[in-house]
């Protein structure tokens, strides 16, 4: 039994030995075929998912409700992309911000709901920290339910526009990330709804919204 410990120690080690030096090979191998973790978040191709903490979000606009603009507010988002080479991606984003407006006193709140489809272009994909910049197609949904509370009628402004942003991402993993985003979105509110009433505007309200944010994404292994 003694003979018998004495070898498995060494045969063990030696296992590992040779999953490690295989392991080290095949990501050496990747990272010379562009796709190790210097290959951009998603690498040369696959799928992400990512959280965004609390959103810095300000809005303005013509036309909200009594002609006054949604203060700075603070948000959160998720969503998803798919690398299609080292440096080109498409991504879809689903973001939610809460604001305040009105006279002092009289504040309302209002949420802002975007959704947004687009693609972006990633630079010095050989660093840890990734400078990106995008654009796409942006939906956008001002609404204020105002609860059982109140005598106030549910309101909703909906519209389309575009949006462009910048960032810089930094590469934790092959697995995990952290980004900065900065958004700028622009569009018009052509549908609205109060109550149960529900109109299409002949002259879009323009809406602006600027946000900044943190957050963390999940790389799902190339396919």
Not at 61 to 66: A, L, P, V
Not at 68 to 76: H, R, S
Not at 144 to 170: H, K, M, N, Q, W
Request: with cysteine; glycine share 12%.
């Amino acid at each position: 039994m003694r003979l018998r410990n004495s070898h498995t120690l060494p045969v063990v080690a030696l296992v590992l030995a040779a999953v490690i030096l295989a392991a080290t090979a095949v990501d050496v191998s990747a990272e010379r075929a562009g796709r190790g973790w210097k290959s951009t978040r998603y690498g040369r191709k696959g799928v992400e998912m990512w959280v965004e903490f609390p959103r810095v979000t300000y809005a303005t606009g013509d036309g909200y409700r009594d002609d006054y603009d949604l203060a700075e507010g603070l948000g959160f988002g998720l969503g998803m992309m798919w690398g299609i080479s080292d440096n080109i991606a498409l991504e879809g984003r689903m973001l939610q911000s809460n604001h305040t407006a009105g006279p002092e006193g009289e504040e309302k709140e209002w949420d802002i709901d975007l959704f947004q489809l687009g693609a972006r272009y990633t630079f010095l994909e050989e660093n840890r920290l990734q400078p990106f910049a995008g654009a796409g197609w942006a939906k956008m949904v001002l609404e204020r339910d105002v609860g059982t509370t109140s005598s106030d009628p549910f309101e909703r402004l909906t519209g389309y526009g575009a949006y462009v942003t910048i960032g810089v991402d930094y590469i934790h993993s092959s697995s995990w990330s952290g980004f900065f985003r900065a958004d700028y979105t622009h569009g018009g509110y052509g549908h609205w709804t109060l109550g149960l009433d529900e109109a299409k505007l002949d002259d879009p309200l323009s809406g602006n919204c600027v946000s900044m944010t943190l957050g963390m994404a999940y790389r799902i292994p190339s396919w």
